[in-house]
């Protein structure tokens, strides 16, 4: 196609070349010389765009040794792309050109059966091309192919119940990191479902002593069931959910507890149902608890953030215009709100703020990640709490000054500088948005 466009651009260049008889006769030299607006040139000159002026130049080719350099060629130009002024086609020709033009085949073009047939001869098909490469020794392999010998290998590893060799955790790392990158794809991780993964690999890891394993067997459940919602009915339906919580309250590591909230956030997450069954009186119960383990306060403000997701789902799917009524029914029953207020979910997410203030005055995302997350649910569920809370307005102050004290003292780079005072502004919108105006520096 891109063919036809420069001949037609050819024709048209030669109309104008023609329609140009009353102007002067452009005498071509070996400098560079200025074209007038519609001036005619003879063929075979070196053409360019001058950037300073805007306007065309045109002089003499220069001559090679080898004389090899063709009569059309075109300078190069920064900024610029040229036009071949070669040789034009007659006029006669423009019906021609049409008419080839009119007869390219559409989108819609399709072979008859014979020269289907004819294409298909000259080309070899997947079966095949797969039988040579093992009569070389080299085998292709689909995703399932892969998928099968990753759960046979899995099976013979627990069988030696060598789990504890370092080139047996070595292997596994790899293993699972093969799953993984299978499963990102949704018909993979059908397909791990089907195949009876969780059963074959991932309870069996989620049940031995080692932790590096339950870590691998958690992150892979979360990356199946993640935006999967027939992963998502599975895993409910063999009691994923409950056995997750379960999961979370015997932990004491932090990066156990890490990887099993990415598991369970990935399950909840636009998924109503699950919501209403897993997050009653006991499940927050086993949830919440996590914010008082002697774990790492990056992992904690996990659950914060998990919990105003969930929020934000459940608003938008109220609120939202485009939401149909069978979604917005199905959020409405899980009351997630009311079920929050009930748990006393505001009250004990402040405390834990202010329980951990030493450990934000040491953090700046970890400040910025928590701080956006509260003030997300504070208009629709905590505003009544927050705003009577002294624990809570003095955790914000604290927070306020010490990011005036870094920013006093601050000698980085200025995105670093731009940083801190986003978080600053945050604090204080988030101030203003409690308590309507904002706190004293002095209010101690």
């Given amino acids: 196609m891109n063919l036809f466009t420069i001949i037609l651009y050819g024709v048209l260049l030669s109309v104008s070349c023609h329609g140009a008889q009353n102007k002067t006769q452009f005498v ?11 001036q005619p040139i003879p063929q075979g000159l070196h053409v360019r765009i001058n950037l300073q002026t805007g306007k065309k130049e045109a002089k003499l ?25 070669g040789t ?36 070899k098909t997947y079966d095949e091309i797969k039988k040579e490469l093992k009569d070389v020794n080299l085998e292709v392999k689909s995703d399932s192919d892969i998928m099968s010998a990753l759960f046979e290998r899995f099976a013979e590893i627990l069988k030696s119940k060598n789990l504890a060799e370092n080139a047996v955790k070595a292997e596994l790392d790899v293993m699972f990191e093969d799953l993984q990158y299978l499963v990102h794809q949704i018909d993979n991780a059908n397909e791990f479902i089907d195949r009876q993964g969780l ?12 932790s590096t394993l339950k870590i691998h067997g958690l992150k892979l459940l979360g990356t199946v069931v993640q935006n999967n919602p027939k992963a998502k009915v599975a895993l409910f339906e063999r009691n994923g959910g409950s056995i997750l919580l379960t999961k ?32 009653n009186p006991h499940g927050y119960s086993l ?3 996590v914010l008082n383990k002697n774990i790492e306060l990056r992992v904690k403000v996990k659950i914060v953030k998990l919990i105003t997701d969930l929020v934000q789902d459940y608003e938008n799917a109220l609120t939202g215009k485009e939401v149909d009524a069978t979604t917005r029914e199905r959020y409405e029953s ?19 703020f202010h329980q951990n203030k030493a450990g934000f005055l040491q953090d700046e995302n970890l400040t910025e990640e928590c701080v956006g997350a509260l003030r997300s649910v504070r208009s629709g569920l ?42 600053q502004q945050a604090i204080d919108q988030f101030v203003e948005e409690l308590y309507g105006g904002s706190l004293p520096k002095d209010e101690l």
């Fill in 334 to 352: 899980t009351n997630l709100k009311e079920g929050l207020r009930k748990a006393e979910y505001c009250g004990r997410v402040g405390e834990f």
């Fill in 248 to 279: 979370l309250s015997q932990s004491s590591k932090s990066e156990e507890i890490s990887a099993g909230l990415y598991a369970f956030g990935s399950l909840v997450r636009k998924f109503p149902f699950a919501q209403s069954e897993l997050l």
């Fill in 287 to 289: 949830l919440f608890d």
């Fill in 28 to 38: 071509a030299t070996e400098e560079w010389q200025e074209i007038e607006e519609g």
């Fill in 61 to 85: 080719l220069e001559k090679e040794n080898n004389d090899t350099q063709s009569t059309g060629s075109l300078s190069t130009v920064p900024g610029e792309g040229l036009q071949d002024h």
């Fill in 199 to 210: 059963e074959h690999i991932i309870w069996p890891s989620l049940n031995q002593t080692e």
């Fill in 382 to 423: 905590c505003q009544e709490v927050w705003s009577k809370c002294p624990l809570f307005r003095h955790t914000l102050l604290v927070l306020r000054n010490q990011l005036d004290t870094r920013l006093d003292e601050w000698n980085g780079d200025k995105d670093g500088r731009d940083y801190l005072v986003e978080i």
């Fill in 88 to 123: 034009a086609l007659p006029y006669d020709n423009i019906g021609k050109l049409k008419e080839a033009l009119e007869n390219i085949p559409g989108d819609d073009f399709k072979y008859n059966e014979e020269e289907l047939k004819k294409v298909k001869s000259k080309f």
